[in-house]
């Protein structure tokens, strides 16, 4: 909506009124000052507020450039007004000011006036002409009564009676002499005054351009301390500008972060029901092997016991390596014979959890060890570690307890190389121990993710190894190589996944031939 100029429909002589009842002297002089009207500072400070009226009501008149100052500044002092005037409908306005009267009694009438002037309502401004046009015509009205009255007292006739002006005529010229003696004598006199007159009139008005000076100045430290006031509160409305701004980017950033979380959460919503519906088939399962369970629970016990004793013994035999060369094949062969009943007790658990596995592995009977594969996706492994446990995995000791007695064909190592990281002394130690080593680079899209693991890989090897192994053992709890896993199963071999179970898919560890849960006695 496009803001009302008051001055446009109001006459000359009525702004002149209105801003000689609106302002006082100090304020028209710091308009005049701030506008740049007047370049003589002295002729301002020795002219009257009527002369000072004037050239203002001019130049607001003529002169567009000033508008916004003169307005700002009477829209200032109006602030109040402004502000209860705007809460206020019409028929409240016209009823509450009806006549400039009271207004005027009052004190209110150049700030009431002027917010009903800048008022955006059409109705409101022209209210404000018509209260306007009222007044002004009433204090002409009585100031033309007064000059009327006056004019004819003065043309009225002087009648009077014969004998006073036949003694006015006799003494008419002798009054004439003494008058002419007397302004003779009072020549000089007035002489002196006029001189008296004019040296008071200098001192007067040399008195008066002091106190104006004396205001000037008092009126400059004034503005000075207001810009003071006003930079301060502009540096302040910066700063809150510049925080507001901040918190806007990070509020923008929470939004993006929000509707990706928004994504993965219908994402899980819709795995978490189809687990619910896996759940209850694996719910019959479950309490159809109970039992198995409370058996496994037995042999898992003494297993864990006698993991604990080979991990001590093998400590041990680390830690007299050194010093006790010697003595090195006797350990050894204790600690073989350590993994050899822990692989009893690890197949008691296999018979238990799978009571159809005598159909599994045919060689095992005729005494001949199964051929194994491992196959380790090591940034499976770490990070499932890490998010868990805050620990890393054993590598060298997962491979020593999963494969067992048996025969290792190969163990494949799957590595994600990351440029902010180095590996090399880690690759160093599973290439010493027994590892294939399988390392590519993270590779960067254009849209700024990244991409790296080694799912094709690892499937490529497994089914190109799958002739020469009896064993395929899978290190990784990814769901996405179920179908891998069912794939080996009908080739008749047997599938054995080893992972954490808080990271493992349900959907893996039921396509597995066993499940392999690592647990603290694997990490470091």
């Given at each position: 909506?496009?803001?009302?100029?008051?001055?446009?429909?109001?006459?000359?002589?009525?702004?002149?009124?209105?801003?000689?009842?609106?302002?006082?002297?100090?304020?028209?002089?710091?308009?005049?000052?701030?506008?740049?009207l007047v370049t003589d500072t002295d002729k301002l400070h020795s002219s009257s507020k009527q002369e000072l009226l004037n050239r203002l009501t001019n130049a607001f008149s003529r002169q567009s450039h000033i508008d916004e100052i003169v307005i700002e500044h009477l829209s200032q002092k109006a602030e109040h007004a402004i502000s209860r005037i705007g809460y206020m409908v019409v028929?409240?306005?016209?009823?509450?000011?009806?006549?400039?009267?009271?207004?005027?009694?009052?004190?209110?009438?150049?700030?009431?006036?002027?917010?009903?002037?800048?008022?955006?309502?059409?109705?409101?401004?022209?209210?404000?002409?018509?209260?306007?046009?009222?007044?002004?015509?009433?204090?002409?009205?009585?100031?033309?009564?007064?000059?009327?009255?006056?004019?004819?007292?003065?043309?009225?006739?002087?009648?009077?009676?014969?004998?006073?002006?036949?003694?006015?005529?006799?003494?008419?010229?002798?009054?004439?002499?003494?008058?002419?003696?007397?302004?003779?004598?009072?020549?000089?006199?007035?002489?002196?005054?006029?001189?008296?007159?004019?040296?008071?009139?200098?001192?007067?008005?040399?008195?008066?351009?002091?106190?104006?000076?004396?205001?000037?100045?008092?009126?400059?430290?004034?503005?000075?301390?207001?810009?003071?006031?006003?930079?301060?509160?502009?540096?302040?409305?910066?700063?809150?500008?510049?925080?507001?701004?901040?918190?806007?980017?990070?509020?923008?950033?929470?939004?993006?972060?929000?509707?990706?979380?928004?994504?993965?959460?219908?994402?899980?919503?819709?795995?978490?029901?189809?687990?619910?519906?896996?759940?209850?088939?694996?719910?019959?399962?479950?309490?159809?092997?109970?039992?198995?369970?409370?058996?496994?629970?037995?042999?898992?016990?003494?297993?864990?016991?006698?993991?604990?004793?080979?991990?001590?013994?093998?400590?041990?035999?680390?830690?007299?390596?050194?010093?006790?060369?010697?003595?090195?094949?006797?350990?050894?062969?204790?600690?073989?014979?350590?993994?050899?009943?822990?692989?009893?007790?690890?197949?008691?658990?296999?018979?238990?959890?799978?009571?159809?596995?005598?159909?599994?592995?045919?060689?095992?009977?005729?005494?001949?060890?199964?051929?194994?594969?491992?196959?380790?996706?090591?940034?499976?492994?770490?990070?499932?570690?890490?998010?868990?446990?805050?620990?890393?995995?054993?590598?060298?000791?997962?491979?020593?307890?999963?494969?067992?007695?048996?025969?290792?064909?190969?163990?494949?190592?799957?590595?994600?190389?990351?440029?902010?990281?180095?590996?090399?002394?880690?690759?160093?130690?599973?290439?010493?121990?027994?590892?294939?080593?399988?390392?590519?680079?993270?590779?960067?899209?254009?849209?700024?993710?990244?991409?790296?693991?080694?799912?094709?890989?690892?499937?490529?090897?497994?089914?190109?190894?799958?002739?020469?192994?009896?064993?395929?053992?899978?290190?990784?709890?990814?769901?996405?190589?179920?179908?891998?896993?069912?794939?080996?199963?009908?080739?008749?071999?047997?599938?054995?996944?080893?992972?954490?179970?808080?990271?493992?898919?349900?959907?893996?560890?039921?396509?597995?031939?066993?499940?392999?849960?690592?647990?603290?006695?694997?990490?470091?």
């Amino acid at each position: 909506m496009i803001e009302p100029n008051p001055k446009l429909k109001i006459h000359h002589d009525q702004l002149t009124w209105f801003l000689a009842i609106f302002l006082n002297e100090k304020e028209i002089f710091q308009l005049l000052m701030h506008t740049n009207l007047v370049t003589d500072t002295d002729k301002l400070h020795s002219s009257s507020k009527q002369e000072l009226l004037n050239r203002l009501t001019n130049a607001f008149s003529r002169q567009s450039h000033i508008d916004e100052i003169v307005i700002e500044h009477l829209s200032q002092k109006a602030e109040h007004a402004i502000s209860r005037i705007g809460y206020m409908v019409v028929d409240e306005i016209h009823t509450f000011f009806k006549s400039p009267g009271p207004l005027i009694e009052s004190g209110e009438f150049g700030e009431v006036v002027w917010a009903l002037l800048t008022d955006s309502r059409e109705d409101v401004h022209s209210h404000g002409i018509r209260l306007l046009t009222a007044a002004y015509k009433t204090h002409k009205d009585s100031a033309e009564g007064e000059v009327h009255q006056f004019s004819d007292y003065l043309a009225a006739p002087q009648t009077s009676s014969p004998e006073i002006q036949k003694i006015q005529t006799k003494y008419a010229n002798s009054l004439k002499e003494v008058q002419k003696e007397v302004d003779e004598q009072t020549t000089e006199i007035e002489n002196l005054k006029n001189t008296l007159a004019n040296l008071q009139v200098e001192y007067t008005a040399i008195e008066k351009k002091n106190k104006q000076l004396e205001q000037h100045c008092q009126l400059i430290l004034e503005e000075n301390e207001t810009l003071k006031i006003k930079e301060d509160v502009y540096q302040e409305n910066k700063n809150q500008i510049v925080s507001l701004q901040q918190e806007n980017e990070s509020l923008h950033e929470k939004a993006t972060q929000y509707s990706e979380t928004s994504t993965s959460l219908i994402k899980l919503e819709a795995e978490h029901q189809q687990l619910l519906a896996k759940y209850g088939d694996v719910t019959a399962q479950l309490n159809e092997i109970t039992q198995i369970r409370a058996s496994k629970e037995t042999f898992m016990g003494e297993l864990k016991l006698v993991e604990e004793a080979v991990y001590k013994e093998f400590q041990t035999l680390e830690q007299l390596k050194t010093d006790l060369q010697t003595y090195f094949d006797v350990i050894e062969k204790s600690h073989q014979a350590s993994r050899n009943a822990l692989n009893q007790i690890r197949q008691t658990v296999d018979h238990l959890d799978e009571p159809e596995s005598e159909s599994i592995n045919q060689e095992d009977r005729t005494g001949t060890q199964p051929r194994v594969g491992v196959f380790v996706d090591v940034q499976n492994m770490f990070y499932a570690a890490k998010d868990r446990f805050e620990r890393r995995v054993d590598y060298i000791k997962l491979l020593d307890l999963i494969v067992g007695p048996r025969q290792l064909i190969s163990a494949y190592a799957y590595i994600v190389q990351i440029p902010e990281i180095k590996q090399g002394n880690f690759i160093s130690l599973l290439e010493h121990n027994g590892y294939t080593i399988r390392s590519k680079d993270l590779r960067l899209r254009g849209d700024g993710s990244a991409k790296g693991d080694w799912d094709v890989g690892i499937a490529v090897d497994v089914v190109s190894m799958l002739g020469m192994l009896d064993v395929v053992i899978l290190a990784s709890g990814d769901g996405d190589f179920c179908p891998l896993a069912e794939l080996i199963k009908q080739q008749h071999k047997r599938i054995e996944i080893v992972a954490f179970e808080h990271n493992t898919s349900m959907d893996l560890q039921a396509v597995a031939d066993q499940f392999f849960p690592i647990g603290e006695e694997l990490l470091m």
